[in-house]
């Protein structure tokens, strides 16, 4: 099955409101591709001024957290009904930052996946391993139960809509890519494991992109590996560049 690609920016903890407006009309014309969904995934206090500055183009929105409440008394969190209304379509969900700095566990994980589903929002979920496991060699095994852990109680039908990114921390902001080898053996097997959680044409359904270190130069390669469908993009989502990934070939 032909999978439509994905290009996701992860902006993280950067650029004030006018620099998401400027880093917007930066890109505008770089970014045009119909073969590619394009995603920025941006800061809380920069999705209304994007939303803006995107509108009329092919860039779809997407933020970078949300607590699993819709309303109340949690000082500091945005909630996924808000995100919705102000036009979110994609969030990112499991990533390592918030994991290892914020303490994300799966079972958080795996209910804000379901909150997003109810929300009409579509997760991006990250998964990957350390350096240690990569060492270890068992991180094949990690990943599968991440999977899992954060899918439990996720019907196929939601899985057939949902976005995984395999990122190695490892790789994630170190300018070290794995290979496009190492990246296709772990996006395979992440196949795998939806296949027997779910059944074969979902796990042809999800899509599945490869995130550490992404840029201009290793894209084409990550991304004509089979079961790479996309990428999550850091640093190299900040600049010109990101329209290279995009126009990848
Ligand atoms: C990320 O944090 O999602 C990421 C892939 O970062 P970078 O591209 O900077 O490695």
Same mark, same amino acid.
């Given at each position: ?44 206090? %920069? *999705?209304?001024?994007? &939303?803006?500055?995107? +509108?009329?183009?092919?860039?779809? /929105? ?6 699993? !409440? ?35 566990? %799966? *079972?958080?994980?795996? &209910?804000?996946?379901? +909150?997003?589903?109810?929300?009409? /929002? ?6 990957? !391993? ?40 490892? &790789? ?78």
């Amino acid at each position: 099955m032909a999978r439509r690609k994905i290009i996701a920016g992860n902006w993280k903890m950067n650029m004030t409101p006018s620099q998401a407006v400027e880093l917007c009309a930066t890109l505008k014309d770089l970014v045009v591709n119909d073969a590619v969904d394009v995603v920025y995934c941006v800061p809380a206090i %920069d *999705i209304v001024p994007v &939303a803006e500055a995107i +509108k009329g183009t092919n860039v779809k /929105l997407g933020a970078e957290n949300f607590y699993i !409440e819709d309303k109340g008394a949690f000082t500091g969190e945005i909630s996924a009904p808000m995100l919705k209304e102000a036009g979110v379509e994609y969030i990112i969900i499991g990533h390592s930052e918030r994991r290892d700095i914020f303490g994300e566990n %799966d *079972i958080l994980i795996n &209910a804000k996946v379901k +909150k997003a589903f109810a929300a009409g /929002l579509k997760p991006i979920l990250c998964c990957g !391993e350390s350096l240690a496991l990569r060492k270890a060699g068992t991180y094949k095994e990690w990943i599968a139960r991440q999977i899992k852990w954060d899918l439990t109680d996720v019907t196929a039908d939601q899985v057939k809509e949902l976005v995984i990114a395999y990122e190695p921390i490892w &790789a994630i902001g170190t300018g070290e890519t794995a290979t496009a080898d190492q990246a296709q053996e772990v996006c395979k097997m992440i196949r795998e494991v939806i296949a027997e959680m779910y059944d074969v044409a979902t796990a042809e359904a999800v899509r599945i992109q490869y995130g550490g270190s992404m840029n201009a130069s290793n894209a084409a390669e990550l991304l004509s590996k089979d079961d790479i469908d996309g990428g999550l993009i850091g640093g190299a989502a900040l600049k010109p560049d990101f329209g290279k990934i995009v126009n990848y070939k």
